[in-house]
């Protein structure tokens, strides 16, 4: 198993563009999340998915859009990239919905947008 | 508005010593504590975790002990090992209510353990 993979490592973007950040994992696990990690804040989380078709926002959804139209794969959206978008962001997945189901996190994204 | 803080950004052990890693939670409804080691460069890693109705977990070098009246919990590592540098977080859920299921994250611990 490959775990929890996610594309690009890096990215730089201006402000104002648009791009995705990938998320797959191989695990058959149905709920995924995205977490954005900021010096001095630790990891909150943006949006999740309890399974395919089923969205919903965390702490901080804004400027973000999530989709999950399959159980692999959660991709993250940015609309409109904002300075305080920098940031490194990380998915995430377990088995369940659970609050004791241990959730694995995928390598991270480095966002930078100029 | 904080609801799990690690109030120590940075803490350093001399290799074979006791590390001892705190956290603070405000929400009532935090019924499970986990934390999470992580490696530069890499996603956080599970360790350890401890429901609220123990007051003590213990797996290997790690134990997390859980004081619920005073909304505390620490990680213990003995011995302290150079490869345990890292960052350590604090997260809390809830089993039930607007927290199931979902990580509410500390800000984070830098543990270096020197040789």
């Known amino acids: 198993n490959a775990g929890v993979t996610q594309t690009p490592k890096f990215q730089v973007l201006k402000t104002g563009q648009s791009m995705t950040l990938q998320c797959a994992q191989d695990?058959?696990?149905?709920?995924m999340s995205w977490y954005r990690q900021d010096p001095g804040m630790g990891l909150r989380l943006i949006h999740y998915?309890?399974?395919?078709?089923?969205?919903d926002q965390g702490e901080v959804p804004n400027g973000y859009n999530v989709s999950r139209s399959t159980t692999e794969d959660f991709p993250l959206r940015l609309l409109s990239a904002a300075p305080s978008q920098t940031s490194v962001y990380f998915c995430?997945?377990?088995?369940?919905?659970?609050?004791?189901?241990?959730?694995?996190f995928g390598p991270g994204t480095r966002l930078t947008v100029l | 508005d904080q609801q799990v803080k690690q109030n120590s950004p940075s803490l350093s052990v001399q290799e074979g010593r006791i590390s001892i890693l705190n956290c603070d939670y405000t929400?009532?409804?935090?019924?499970?504590f986990l934390w999470y080691k992580k490696y530069p460069a890499e996603g956080p890693t599970f360790l350890i975790s401890?429901?609220?109705?123990?007051d003590k977990n213990e797996d290997g070098r790690f134990t997390v002990f859980l004081n619920k009246s005073a909304k505390h919990l620490s990680l213990h590592i003995v011995p302290s090992q150079p490869g345990d540098s890292a960052v350590y977080f604090c997260?809390?859920?809830?089993?039930?209510?607007?927290?199931?299921?979902?990580?509410?994250f500390g800000q984070g611990t830098i543990l270096t353990v020197h040789p």
């Open positions: 995430a997945s377990s088995y369940m919905v659970s609050t004791t189901d241990t959730q694995y």
């Open positions: 695990m058959n696990h149905e709920y």
């Open positions: 998915s309890v399974g395919a078709g089923i969205t």
């Open positions: 929400n009532s409804m935090f019924d499970y």
């Open positions: 401890i429901s609220s109705i123990k």
């Open positions: 997260a809390a859920s809830g089993t039930s209510g607007t927290s199931y299921g979902k990580l509410t």
